[in-house]
């Protein structure tokens, strides 16, 4: 039994039925490579025979009674692979459409807490994808954030891949018998919160403390005045992207070679890749609002997770907030100033301390922060002008070797994000091999045109080329 942490929990307070907030990705299956028919039934037997490598995907959520604490992860009992695994054909022709509304309808359908929160789609009739043999399988798999840290960060399909073919002989592997545990009593959940509750103010000083030798620290302090942060690290102008949005959703993804992405970093001193990712997501956004007739004045803004080392050896995942420069009809100027600009807030997270900035979340009242969680978006939007950030980028770094599903190769694994209340676009790339896959998640009443918007990507890529 495990307390879901207080930044896990504000995803399930968050989740409503307009907003489900689970991670998906897709990733498509070379079977033509494989040396036995690779159908669902042995899909399923190889999935069910590694279940036991992983064993928070048999946990689900239990409340603690009255709401006094966050829910606890517990073992489920009665653990049935059938409700997490669906079987599924393209319609035809098995196109990249056809394959984007399956994509775009499974991100609107929300995950039952009772059972474990996560779910995998086999999909066959992959007939008619560029660069896709004929016959190729796709995999659908979705996991909820609040989920994520139980399995270590690690996609629900992520201990089925090799970085070698495996033989036919992995399907013969046998299912591993459980461990179960007992449901926790009432009291026991009531117990464990009590517990944790107690513990809680004697962690406080500790953190006072922490920020007190932050702020008054003379290296920290000169590095916070010197920064040139960007004019509007905190506010964002009012877009087709901020507002509330349906329980529908719309999906699109392109794939780009990386060594494009890196001939352009080559071409700025000290650019990374990622500064270009977010160059080419700012390029589309400015002709996409164009086109509407709808580009502010001012600057979109970013939300860009990002990693922050903590300790010698750790790291854990911050938001940095970031200028788009938008407003920066010159593409070249506009991708120096993302550059600055992500600079220049990675300097200040490193000199207050990542740990020491996420770590208030913990001295928050329950019931306060519940409370803060539900209505905070919409106190967003509805009492003020100005919002922190437009859309969400997140870049997930992957292998650059070749990774296989028995001895079906994985061509190309491409990821969506949820959207939330006020910030109705996700922006999400995957890298894999050699290319980087860029994908949107919307609405249909905000970008109804979302194959648009990734033409748009792809055009903003080609104006940064040297």
Known sequence: MKSVSDIDASFLYLEKPNTPLHIGSVGI?????????????TFRKFLSSRLHLNPALRQRLVSVPLDIDHP?????????????????????????????????????????RAHPLWSLVFVQGLDSIDGVPSGSIAIISKIHPAGVEVTSGADVI??????EPEPQEFIKIRPQKWNT??????????????????????????LISQVFRSVTNIGASSTIVSAKLPDTLFTAPRTRFNAHFSPRRVWDAVVLPLEKFKAIRNTVKGMSVNDVIVAVCAGALRKYLMDK??????????????????????????PTIVQL????????????????????????QKAIGAKTLTDYRQFVPFSMATMATRFYP??????????????????????????????????TNMGAFPIVPGMGLAITIFSYSDSLMVSATSCPEMMPDVDLFMYFIQESLDELEP
């Open 158 to 163: 992520g201990d089925l891949l090799s970085t």
């Open 29 to 41: 299956y070379d079977v033509s490579t494989s040396d036995i028919s690779f159908d669902f039934p």
């Open 378 to 411: 919409r106190i967003l939007l509805d009492r003020y002008q100005q919002l922190p950030f437009n859309l969400i980028i997140t870049n997930v770094p992957g292998p650059q070797d070749s990774l296989y599903l028995g001895t079906s190769r994985l061509l």
């Open 293 to 318: 007739g709808e580009l502010p004045t001012i600057s979109l803004v970013a939300m860009v997770p990002v990693a922050i080392r903590q300790g010698k050896d750790g790291h854990t995942m911050f």
């Open 181 to 206: 545990e007992e449901m926790p009593s009432s009291l026991r959940l009531l117990a464990s919160s009590g517990i944790k509750t107690l513990k809680n103010p004697f962690r406080l000083p500790r």
């Open 72 to 112: 606890y992860w517990v073992e489920d009992q009665n653990f049935n692979l059938n409700l997490h695994l669906r079987h599924m054909a393209l319609p035809k022709p098995g196109g990249w459409q056809e394959l984007a509304k399956l994509m775009a309808r499974e991100m609107s359908r929300h995950m039952g």
């Open 325 to 348: 420069a938008t407003n920066e009809c010159d593409s070249a100027r506009r991708l120096e100033r993302i550059h600055e600009n992500i600079l220049q807030s990675k300097i200040y």
